[in-house]
């Protein structure tokens, strides 16, 4: 074992900004060996020293986060994970993509990377601010993150849980493989963006597939007069031609215009084509079915109003948090169309009255937001 080339870090239980820091370390051809120890003498000048040695030293290769808060400059705490990512994760870029790289290139794979993946690890691990809420139909849903994910790999045993470490280790560099890879054809297909698509009346048709989904919504973010709200691929599945898919809320998969199936549909359609029971995708192997169902959806949702069912709101901050979200427009977009039904499908007798108030709550944390971008 060469000492220079081993990444040292804790032994006992791992969380995922000690496994991350080790899977960047081996990614960037830093480190090939691991020892996981509870010997801060065994700490020395030589190989990099992860979530352990209580300080930061990247001069000598410390990473450690435990002996003070350590923020980016944009506010968000730093753990392990982003401490080695922002010092070995542009070596980690050139190993993985292994073409001729701009720095330009490298620098928005490494902030991707960061804002996606690593600020995330690090604010589960170091900021007692963090907090996951997550809403769908039924009120407030358990979202499990990837660091409670990771955490499930510890052996029982945490006395001895080297292999598990090692399987976590391989785990998240082929996660982070994945995400670099999708990140640098992210990158390219912005500049190939409009000559894939044909965009008209809300629908666009590409002609390949492509990282689409932060590309549309920063298309619909700066073409107000011009939104896409339904996308059409050639499938990737053997067994249909095309693929339609309902444009999501940003960082949601509740749709903003359902699927619906026209009068007709059933006639049209053949075998192998299907609107999803969640109403997000659809699939043909005849592009005129698609762009009928998107007429008619798009239509569906001007004149019917969404119904919410008030026995499965359990109060009023899971109805707040069905049609809010802070990340997203859906309240403004549809709280007009909006109805709150009992268990007959009937109008409550109390719809008005929580719509108005959601209003009210609503325009307030607009107000609170803007107060606090101010500052």
Same mark, same amino acid.
């Given at each position: 074992?060469?000492?220079?080339?081993?990444?040292?870090?804790h032994?006992?239980?791992?969380?995922?900004?000690?496994?991350?820091?080790?899977?960047?370390?081996e990614?960037?051809?830093?480190?090939?060996?691991?020892?996981?120890?509870?010997?801060?003498?065994?700490?020395?000048?030589?190989?990099v020293?992860?979530?352990?040695?209580?300080?930061?030293d990247?001069?000598?290769?410390?990473?450690?986060?435990h002996?003070?808060?350590?923020?980016?400059e944009?506010?968000?705490?730093?753990?392990?994970a982003?401490?080695?990512?922002?010092?070995?994760g542009?070596e980690?870029i050139?190993?993985?993509?292994e073409?001729?790289?701009?720095?330009?290139?490298i &620098?928005?794979?490494?902030?991707?990377? &960061?804002?996606?993946l690593?600020k995330g690890?690090?604010?589960?691990?170091?900021?007692?601010?963090?907090?996951?809420?997550?809403y769908?139909?039924g009120?407030?849903?358990?979202v499990?993150?990837?660091?409670?994910?990771?955490?499930?790999l510890n052996?029982?045993?945490i006395?001895?849980?080297?292999?598990e470490?090692?399987?976590? +280790?391989?785990l998240?560099?082929?996660?982070?493989?994945?995400?670099?890879?999708?990140?640098?054809?992210?990158?390219?297909?912005?500049?190939?963006?409009?000559?894939?698509?044909?965009i008209e009346?809300?629908v666009?048709?590409?002609?390949k597939?492509?990282?689409?989904?932060?590309?549309?919504?920063?298309?619909?973010?700066n073409?107000?007069?011009?939104?896409?709200?339904?996308i059409i691929f050639?499938?990737?599945r053997?067994?249909?031609?095309y693929?339609?898919f309902?444009?999501?809320?940003?960082?949601?998969?509740?749709?903003?215009?359902?699927?619906?199936?026209y009068?007709?549909?059933?006639?049209?359609?053949?075998d192998?084509?299907?609107?999803?029971v969640?109403?997000?995708?659809?699939?043909?192997?005849?592009?005129?079915?698609?762009?009928? %169902?998107?007429e008619?959806?798009?239509t569906?949702?001007?004149?019917? +109003?969404?119904?919410?069912?008030?026995?499965?709101?359990?109060?009023?901050?899971? %109805?707040?948090?069905?049609?809010?979200?802070?990340?997203?427009?859906?309240?403004?977009d549809?709280?007009d169309?909006?109805v709150?039904?009992?268990?007959?499908?009937?109008?409550?007798?109390k719809?008005?009255?929580l719509?108005k108030?959601?209003?009210?709550?609503?325009?307030?944390r607009?107000?609170?937001?803007?107060?606090?971008?101010?500052n």
């Open positions: 074992m060469i000492i220079d080339k081993t990444y040292f870090t032994t006992s239980i791992f969380h995922l900004d000690d496994v991350t820091g080790c899977s960047i370390c990614l960037s051809g830093r480190t090939e060996f691991i020892v996981r120890t509870h010997d801060i003498n065994q700490l020395g000048d030589l190989g020293k992860g979530d352990y040695g209580k300080k930061y990247p001069n000598n290769d410390y990473y450690d986060h002996q003070t808060e350590m923020y980016r944009d506010g968000y705490m730093f753990a392990t982003g401490l080695v990512w922002k010092h070995y542009k980690a050139v190993n993985i993509i073409e001729p790289l701009s720095d330009d290139m &620098d928005e794979i490494h902030q991707s990377i &960061d804002r996606r690593m690890i690090d604010a589960v691990d170091a900021d007692n601010s963090f907090k996951t809420k997550s769908c139909a009120g407030e849903v358990k499990m993150n990837i660091s409670e994910m990771f955490g499930y052996s029982d045993d006395n001895d849980n080297d292999l470490f090692y399987s976590a +280790k391989e998240m560099k082929k996660i982070i493989i994945k995400m670099v890879d999708f990140s640098y054809k992210y990158i390219k297909a912005k500049s190939e963006f409009y000559d894939n698509l044909n009346n809300g666009a048709i590409a002609s597939n492509f990282p689409w989904r932060s590309l549309v919504h920063e298309h619909n973010d073409n107000k007069d011009n939104p896409i709200y339904y050639p499938s990737q053997p067994e249909t031609e693929m339609m309902a444009l999501s809320q940003k960082n949601s998969r509740n749709t903003i215009f359902p699927i619906e199936k009068d007709g549909y059933e006639d049209d359609k053949e192998n084509d299907f609107i999803h969640g109403k997000w995708c659809a699939a043909s192997d005849h592009l005129s079915i698609l762009l009928k %169902l998107a008619h959806s798009m569906f949702e001007k004149n019917e +109003k969404e119904k919410i069912f008030f026995k499965d709101l359990k109060n009023l901050e899971a %109805l707040v948090g069905y049609v809010t979200n802070t990340y997203s427009s859906r309240l403004r549809k709280i169309n909006i709150i039904v009992d268990k007959n499908g009937e109008e409550h007798p719809s008005e009255m719509i108030n959601i209003k009210r709550y609503y325009n307030s607009l107000e609170i937001d803007s107060m606090l971008e101010l």
